[in-house]
């Protein structure tokens, strides 16, 4: 695989990483990729318009997504992040078609992979993965995990008022939240799972309650960090990582810009709990600045 | 107030009444038009790619339903219902001036009319209402009770996740539903209130709990009702009102066509539970096709 990766023209080591999402969840991959490599440039896209993915179709999300690329193309990205799973699962495989000399990755093979490496030498391991409605009707993440390891048994759990519930600015000590936790959690724990894939963006916020509740002897995997571990390989394969600034000095530090289609004040807002940083206010994208018929893919394909 | 009311030019008795809603609650609305004006033909649009709209910002809000207006203009409608409160608490307003020539109501005003009526003759009644955050930011509920009883104590309480359980298909007797009812509840429930508004299109399918929980001395009241009666009267007003059919003849009851920018099996599938009948396949509309610069309220702005 020496074959050189296609780029956009007149990328750089200084071009921005694209990282979108539904709304709020995409951010913990923010936070994973600041870690990981801190001197990155990164626009975060937030479609807070239209959220949330996790209950609507594949040709509603892929339309979604294609918009957003579109839409942040001028910006000359090196690479773009679906830091979403539903988008991942529905949309990933059809845009990486489409933008053809575009470098798109996604959270879902990440994920399945850092799984497979947790269930270690165990000779059939459970892996359980909670994820929204959509992403467990596409079964991305069972083939994601059995191309890796024919002999495990995936048991998939959508979990659908996650996300409404973290949206809401709910706490891990809500009884409401332990109910759904526990409600949610019940069937993998009797199925004696070795691991637990963290299968949203957004559920890495009840991590700890998860820990709990799944007890010691069960590894959860956040795909966040395994994404931003990914994109990390990706860029360094086409010698496009940013130099490692000095950490001592945070003006070395790479930019992050916000963009969202609904309420900027309330992104700003409720995005430093998934951030783990406070938020400078996102810039604010009417959705009908979105229409994709006005900037169809086509007209955009890259050249390879 | 005799002076005629403006309307769409060549609309007869047998032009549709449009019902518009974020997804599934406003088949509640549809339902008791059915039942108070069996002869209407109605058309039914459920934004079901873009909802939740209950805690998205008035912009946006206003947009969506200006484009689903402006995408349905062309049949000719004789009336359209905002069979949301979010969208009747943000967009009314605004839409009504904008579109000078369509006659356009929403679910609040009638539901603060019905809530003054059952408080009765109590000197200063207590009414609660039930609402998504956007509903009770918007303080909508307050000036349409306040405007009709000056001393009235009213209580708002934004239920923001009984939306996603609801449309998660949940039962009303799931422990789940039950803890978050009883949450939600408890508040109004201590303030002792007379009446309790359901502030939300969806609420109506726990209407029996919400009874239980609020106990017998507390009037439920359900805007899909109130709605139904003040299209009634609108259309009366305007001489607009279809025959009514013989309701032994099933042929002759009007026609309800359904369109959603999202999966259409999904929407019928789940539709019957608001509906209370079967509902046949809706027509699928792209949220492309609704992009509102192409066809600009200005545009198709009716002579008055």
Known sequence: MQARMPT???????SPIIVLDSGLGGLTVVRAIQKAMPAENILYFGDTARLPYGNKSAGTVTAFIRQIINHLMPQR????VI?????????????RSEFG??????????????AVTAAGAKAVPAIGVIATEATVRSKAY????????????????PTPLLVP??????????PLVRMALGQYLQPLIERKVDVLVLGCTHYPIFRDSIEDLMGPTVAVIDSAEQCAEDVARRLKVRHLLKPPVDPTDTNAHGWLRCFVTDDPARFARLGSRFLGTPIEQPTWVSPDDLYSAATPAAALRLPA
Chains 1, 2 share one sequence.
């Open 8 to 14: 956009v023209p007149g990328v750089t080591t200084h």
């Open 142 to 157: 069972e083939r994601a995990i059995l191309r890796r390891r024919n002999h495990a048994r995936v048991y998939l759990k």
């Open 83 to 95: 830091a979403c799973n539903t988008g991942t699962a529905l949309a990933l495989s059809a845009l």
């Open 165 to 174: 519930i973290i949206e809401d600015g709910r706490m891990a000590n809500d």
């Open 101 to 114: 000399g575009l470098s798109i990755s996604g959270v879902i093979d990440p994920g399945a992979k850092a």
């Open 77 to 80: 990205p090196k690479h773009v």
